[in-house]
């Protein structure tokens, strides 16, 4: 009889239906029910050599080609016996400490944990995830919820670089694979153990391996041979060909020390056996070549030694493999000249004819030319020079600075061909070129020099000449000018008249205050302007106003530095009169009428008495009004003031009957009319009814006085606009308007005083752009009207007139598509001006138009040629470097400089070939020692224009040329400085608008460099040293916080110290601003506690937890029993009830956990008099709440449902249509119905353990779940 199993109908249904319908049917009558063996209701999966099976065998059900998968997860099982867990106490499996350990480890490793607890308590630990993850969870577990042992293992010393691995990365390797720490001794420690700590399996693992890596290591040897260093190159070989060789052959590794270390020692390390074949093949190359080999000395010279060596010493490496013979050849250093060689007899000749050829194969020759002109034999860029090593690349041509010789090394016959070409040019440039020196007062070097090189740039550009100024360190007057006969002639009469010219100047320095220094210059340079245009020849210096300096530098001729001196000194002495300053306190609310509407009253004032009026801010609180200037006019100005708010307190108003229809009219264009009438009446108001109204009445309100005075003028105004409401018309073609109006209005302003008629122009959105209104009384009106037509028809007479204008102007009316014609045009009537095409030599230029606009017009141009001709260039050198930094972004800076200037700036072509070229002896054009930048052709820039706006504008772009400069941060605090991901550095350089850039950590300097304008260096100076006051402050205040006391508090105590969820703790933390940190349960001193803060806060700390513990002491625990029936009701909804018991009666009140030995038992912990009040209280409860449980039982008694599996009907879910229990799937053929085998027993947890916490019942307690 076949055996049988029963599984569910569902899990049949699912395998049943992928069978074949013989399979299933056939087999037996279908009335009857089939029961199929387990291997056709569960058909095996393929086995892992299914592609090789034969073609008879029958395929699986599952189908014969099924592709392998590699899972990329994998899963580990380990086991963690009881006497290893770290964690013994938990009381609920699944809970506790862990459980936290374990999520901790799943969220930074990535890996699934489960745990299981087996029938002997052990802890069974099923990890599964990614190789990697998997690895590093499994190491946290071991050392987190497994005790940790350690152990020693000892090798020889030097076998410990071998488990440490290079990087360290096999000792990293090997701490992962055996989840223990390896603890190595460092090198200078003379101890070889190795300590290892971890679980004892871990331990046996990772000691086992390091004796693997050791007695690896023994089997290798190493052998140090001493052989005289005269043989080495012959063990070596030829290019170390030998040596190789014989290392690829034993396996051994052969080190021999190079030639220039003195050592005899060979080192050959490797398998043992390899290293003992490789010392006896030295020993025998070694034997061989001392038996055979002899010497012989050469003299040569110590000069040609260096052609013998080679590159590299790849000349004796040659010799050696062509002959066989070492050459030995003395130190550089050394004065010997003597060469050994040494070989066999037959070779040594060979090898002493190849010495000599190759020491005679290069020639050093020197010729001479005088020092002045060897720039000029290298010629410009060394384009002469390199001419000649072009054609002789071999040769190497060598100049030495301050030396009459040139150095000439190669091959003889190229050497020869190069002395022929230098001495010709030099004997060329002797012709050609002259050089005369001068001797100048050293104190007016810089002044011949210039800012930036300015003036000697000038001249050598000028002349075609070189000047050779000497430093300042060299304390000479002798200044050389070489080049051209007649440049250098010109360049010295120039250098003399400038230095005649120095010697009669003289330099003053004027003590001006600083606060006034913007109101000499006046607004755009306006008024410093004006006293240079009275003293051209003299230089006036206003310091930077960064250098918060009072000295102002006068420089130019004796006589008229003195004249500036007294008309500054003027200037400064009323500036100083007019400073004089007073305050009057004015009610805040009578502000805004003294300032006026659009300011019109403070205005007056201000014009009137000639001063200088300041009033708070609106946001403001102060009442105080400031008047600056000379003391009669504040005083005035104070009285007007005052004057204003005594008048303020009699406002008055007034109406006016005045007609509708003069209303707009009396308003005027955009409200001019009865704006002038208000702002003259000390800012009365006036209004108009709205328009359509019908109104007359105006409305006039203000100071009684102003009232009445704008009453009287509207209504003049009113009676004039009657009378003078005349108005006539006029025709005129839009581009007349222009000419019409004149150059600041002057034509149209002489037509209204001589008339006294009004006239309009139409504005540019009016549809009638011809037409001209005139208005006024009618006699005015028709004269006006009479004038302008006569102009109208002037211009209607067109004439054609010409003029000579020279050549070199014609391009800056013609640049720019025609420009300046353009505004000609407009300006005069549409003048048509036309030069003559580039390229003809005419001066003739014709203009055509009306001959009033014409004249005009050609009296304008004249003007430009007047100012074009006054023009002057000023080259500024600025290095290359910085020009994209000077233009700013799309040219946005020298456009500002252009414009407010009004000059021409050209910056030279890009030289990018310059920053690949080594910079020609830097000579001239410096102003100090220290600096090094000597201007080329690329780095100047060339601004065109009138003299005060070039050096104004040359100043502007100096302004802009970006400095760097260190400040001193000490290296300690530059990570504090740079912030978080750069935030503080970032936001620094943003601030400033400067660069800032911190030294690399490694290098640790104390220095920081700031790149930028001068006033954003300067400010980033300042406020990156606030910065290092700040973070010093800081620092100290670390220092002083960082005071610790260790305290020592019975553990008992430690939970009723934190509080619930750490209230109590945190509450001593935050009223003493202190750190109190509590041992961990792993240390060894677990009743330990350490504050640490500032020492007072400390010491008051200590104190209030010493109060603490004192009453704690005091405390007495005492249990009571209560039934366990009547706990749930005690303790209430989370504890809510007994929480509130607890706070009433100043007690703790613990209750028996689940599976307690004593359930009943309740422990109340307190004073002792709290303690009784709460145990009376706790018994009277239990009383109240025993006769409702009593009563809920009874109840319960007589309301019991019947039993699940007693005679009265079942769940009939779970019988079948018969009314007995389902049978579920029934197999034939089960493995576990074998013979000897027994079916598992569900119930039992070893057939069926159960891993994780989610299938583990939980008992819950009476406080309901915990939480972590």
Not at 44 to 59: D, H, R, T
Not at 1083 to 1097: K, P
Not at 1248 to 1258: M, Q, R, S
Request: net charge neutral; aromatic share 4%; charged share 30%.
């Amino acid at each position: 009889m076949s055996s049988v199993a029963v599984l569910t109908p569902e899990s049949f249904a699912e395998h049943r239906s992928g069978l074949k319908d013989q399979e299933i049917s056939g087999c037996v009558p279908e009335d009857e029910a089939y029961i199929p063996t387990y291997l056709e209701a569960f058909p095996p999966l393929p086995e892992k050599g299914a592609p090789g099976e034969k073609a008879g065998e029958p395929a699986s059900a599952w189908g014969s080609k099924i592709r392998p998968i590699k899972a990329s997860v994998i899963t580990q099982v380990f086991h963690v016996p009881l006497e290893e867990r770290r964690y013994k106490d938990n009381s609920q499996f699944g809970e506790g400490e862990e459980a936290k350990v374990c999520l901790d480890i799943m969220q930074r490793t990535g890996a699934h944990i489960e745990l299981s607890l087996a029938k002997d308590q052990g802890l069974s630990i099923m990890v599964t995830g990614k190789l990697d993850s998997v690895m590093k969870a499994r190491k946290e577990i071991v050392a987190r919820l497994q005790t940790q042992a350690s152990a020693t293992v000892a090798i020889p010393k030097e076998h410990h670089r071998f488990v440490i691995g290079k990087n360290g990365e096999k000792l990293q390797e090997l701490e992962l694979k055996t989840a223990t720490k390896i603890a190595i001794p460092r090198p200078d420690d003379p101890s070889a153990n190795i300590r290892i700590t971890g679980t004892k399996e871990g331990i046996e693992k990772a000691r086992h391996e390091i004796l693997l890596i050791s007695a690896e290591q023994d089997k290798r040897a190493v052998e140090r041979l001493s052989l005289e260093k005269a043989f080495h190159p012959f063990i070596a070989g030829a290019h170390n060909r030998l040596v190789q060789e014989l290392s690829q052959e034993t396996g051994a590794r052969i080190s021999i020390p190079p030639p220039s270390l003195p050592k005899d020692e060979i080192v050959i390390t490797g398998e043992k056996e390899a290293v003992a074949l490789a010392l006896n093949r030295i020993r025998a190359i070694y034997d061989d070549k001392k038996r055979k080999t002899t010497t012989i000395s050469v003299e040569v010279k110590k000069s040609q030694h260096k052609y013998i060596i080679g590159p590299k010493g790849n000349t004796l490496q040659e010799i050696l493999e062509a002959t066989g013979v070492s050459v030995e050849m003395p130190p550089l250093d050394s004065s010997s000249e003597t060469i050994i060689l040494r070989g066999e007899p037959d070779k040594l000749g060979p090898a002493l004819t190849q010495v000599y050829a190759k020491a005679k194969s290069v020639m050093v020759v020197e010729v001479t030319a005088p020092a002045w002109l060897h720039r000029f034999i290298i010629g410009k860029k060394g384009q002469n020079i390199g001419r000649i090593t072009q054609q002789l690349p071999r040769v190497h041509i060598e100049f030495t600075d301050g030396e009459e010789r040139i150095s000439l090394e190669g091959p003889t016959e190229e050497v020869e061909q190069a002395q022929a070409q230098i001495q010709e040019i030099i004997k060329d440039l002797l012709v050609r070129m002259d050089y005369t020196e001068v001797i100048i007062d050293q104190r007016f070097h810089r002044h011949l020099i210039g800012k930036n090189g300015a003036n000697i740039n000038r001249i050598k550009e000028q002349y075609k000449v070189s000047v050779r100024i000497p430093q300042d360190s060299e304390r000479s007057g002798l200044v050389r000018i070489e080049g051209d006969p007649k440049g250098v002639q010109l360049a010295r009469r120039e250098l003399i008249e400038m230095v005649q010219r120095m010697e009669n100047e003289r330099t003053k320095d004027l003590i001006v205050e600083q606060k006034f220094h913007r109101t000499i210059i006046g607004q755009k340079g306006e008024k410093i302007k004006e006293v240079r245009d009275k003293f051209p020849e003299v230089i006036i210096n206003f310091p930077d106003p960064a250098q918060k300096s009072d000295i102002v530098q006068l420089r130019g001729p004796k006589n008229e530095v003195e004249k500036c001196t007294k008309f500054l000194q003027k200037i400064i002495a009323d500036l100083i009169e007019n400073s004089f300053s007073l305050s009057v306190p004015i009610f805040k609310q009578f502000h805004k009428n003294i300032i006026g509407k659009g300011g019109a009253n403070i205005k007056k004032i201000r014009e009137e008495t000639n001063t200088k009026i300041d009033l708070p801010t609106e946001n403001s609180n102060s009442e105080m009004i400031v008047i600056t200037g000379k003391k009669s006019n504040c005083e005035a100005a104070r009285d007007r003031i005052l004057a204003i708010q005594r008048e303020l307190a009699n406002i008055k108003e007034a109406e006016v009957t005045i007609p509708a229809k003069l209303h707009n009219s009396l308003i005027g264009s955009k409200g001019c009319l009865v704006r002038s009438i208000m702002e003259d009446c000390g800012g009365v108001h006036i209004h108009f009814p709205s328009e359509g109204s019908g109104s007359d009445k105006v409305t006039i309100r203000g100071p009684a006085g102003e009232v009445e005075k704008a009453k009287k003028q509207l209504l003049q105004l009113a009676e004039e606009k009657q009378v003078n409401n005349f108005t006539a018309e006029l025709q005129a073609k839009p581009e007349y308007h222009k000419f019409l109006i004149g150059r600041g209005g002057a034509n149209i302003r002489r037509v209204r005083d001589r008339t006294g008629a009004r006239i309009i122009f139409p504005s540019p959105d009016d549809t009638e752009q011809e037409l001209i209104t005139i208005v006024g009384k009618e006699e005015a009106v028709r004269q006006a009207q009479k004038e302008l037509e006569s102009l109208v028809k002037n211009l209607d007479d067109v004439v054609e007139d010409s003029m000579v204008v020279d050549v070199r102007h014609h391009r800056h009316f013609v640049c720019r598509r025609g420009q300046v014609l353009r505004e000609l045009a407009e300006e005069y009537g549409g003048v048509a001006v036309s030069f003559p095409r580039t390229g003809a030599n005419s001066q003739r230029v014709t203009l055509k138009g009306a001959k009033d606009c014409v004249e005009a017009a050609k009296k304008r141009i004249q003007e430009i040629i007047e100012d074009l001709e006054s023009q002057v260039s000023v080259e500024v050198a600025i290095p290359q470097r910085y020009h994209r930094a000077i233009m700013g972004p799309k040219g946005c800076r020298i456009q500002h400089i252009t414009r407010e200037n009004e000059v021409q700036i050209k910056f030279p072509e890009r030289e990018d070939s310059a920053a690949g070229q080594e910079a020609p002896p830097q000579e001239n054009g410096e102003v100090s020692p220290d600096a090094e930048f000597v201007p080329r052709k690329c780095d100047i820039i060339t601004i065109s224009g009138r003299a005060e706006k070039c050096e104004l504008a040359k100043a502007a772009l100096l302004a802009l040329v970006p400095i760097t400069e260190d400040v001193e941060v000490s290296y300690e605090l530059h990570r504090y400085i740079i912030g978080q991901k750069g935030s503080g550095i970032r936001k620094m350089m943003e601030e400033y608008e400067v660069n800032i850039w911190v030294p690399q950590p490694e290098k640790q300097l104390d220095v920081i460099k700031v790149t930028g304008l001068v006033a954003n260096v300067e400010r980033a100076k300042l406020g990156l040293l606030e910065r290092v006051k700040e973070l010093q402050a800081e620092q100290e205040d670390r220092a002083l916080r960082s005071f610790k006391v260790t305290m020592s508090v019975d553990p008992k105590f430690h939970p009723k110290i934190i509080g619930r969820k750490g209230a109590v703790i945190s509450q001593i933390r935050k009223d003493h601003d202190v750190s109190i940190q509590f041992p961990d349960k792993g240390d060894e001193q677990q009743d330990l506690i350490v504050i640490s803060g500032y020492e007072r806060n400390v010491e008051e700390a200590r104190q209030a937890i010493q109060q603490l513990v004192a009453e704690l002491q005091e405390m007495v625990s005492q249990d009571v029993h209560l039934d366990p029936r009547t706990h749930a009701r005690i303790i209430g909804a989370r504890g809510k009830a007994i929480r509130k018991l607890m706070e009433e009666f100043k007690v703790d009140i613990r209750f028996p956990q689940p599976g307690s030995d004593e359930p009943d038992k309740v422990t109340v912990t307190g004073l002792p008099e709290t303690v009784d009040n709460a145990i009376d209280h706790l018994l009277n409860l239990e009383e109240e709440y025993m006769l409702s449980v009593t009563e809920t039982e009874t109840l319960a008694a007589y309301m019991k449902p019947p039993s699940r599996y007693g005679g009265g009907g079942g769940a009939g879910g779970l019988d079948d249509g018969n009314g007995g229990p389902a049978k579920g799937f029934v197999v034939r053929d089960a493995p576990w119905n074998a013979a000897g085998n027994k079916a598992p027993d569900m119930s039992s947890a070893e057939d069926f353990p159960t891993f994780g916490t989610g299938v583990a019942l939980k008992q819950t307690s009476v406080w309901g779940p915990k939480k972590f």
